[in-house]
């Protein structure tokens, strides 16, 4: 009872009620995109709007979880160190003050991520590490995969 209690009241006060554990990540791209590792500090300026091209004139589109999904809450967790509600205000300052062009686009599923990975030059997201669809590029960060037990998106 008293969890449940605690629970609700940390919903209310905008604090993400994250799982005991949060899911691995997995970093999945376009094929076409330059790239095989990025640092966790490269993949933070990826997904911060910081680095907004891969090379030239290959511009990164981010594709981010729905909110409230387990993926988005490992990924605010782990990549944006942020809440939700600072996700969202972090976005729309930056938007707001023209530092990028559109922020990123919510995507429903792992299967959607994919799919748009795939048709989308320069696209990048992040997936559940037990649900990689097949076909796509997956990254990996820190020169370790999703599969190993120092992957830093675990």
């Keep these: 009872m008293l969890n449940l209690?605690?629970?609700?009241?940390?919903?209310?006060?905008?604090?993400?009620v994250l799982p005991a554990e949060p899911p691995p990540l997995a970093v999945i791209a376009n094929a076409g995109i330059p790239i095989d590792t990025?640092?966790?500090?490269?993949?933070?300026?990826?997904?911060?709007?910081?680095?907004q091209f891969w090379t030239g004139d290959l511009r990164v589109t981010l594709l981010v979880p729905r909110p409230g999904s387990p993926e988005r809450e490992a990924l605010l967790l782990r990549v944006y160190e942020k809440s939700e509600a600072q996700y969202r205000h972090y976005w729309i300052a930056k938007v707001f003050?023209?530092?990028?062009?559109?922020?990123?686009?919510?995507?429903?599923?792992?299967?959607?991520?994919?799919?748009?990975?795939?048709?989308?030059?320069?696209?990048?997201?992040?997936?559940?590490?037990?649900?990689v669809?097949?076909?796509?590029?997956?990254?990996?960060?820190?020169?370790?995969a999703?599969?190993?037990?120092d992957y830093p998106l675990r």
């Design 97 to 131: 003050r023209t530092e990028v062009t559109t922020a990123p686009k919510v995507v429903s599923s792992d299967r959607m991520a994919a799919d748009l990975v795939r048709q989308i030059d320069g696209a990048v997201a992040v997936v559940s590490a037990a649900n």
């Design 5 to 16: 209690f605690l629970a609700a009241a940390l919903q209310a006060a905008s604090v993400p």
């Design 38 to 51: 990025l640092t966790l500090a490269e993949l933070r300026k990826v997904f911060l709007g910081d680095r």
């Design 146 to 149: 999703a599969d190993d037990p």
């Design 133 to 144: 669809p097949p076909g796509v590029k997956v990254l990996k960060i820190n020169d370790r």
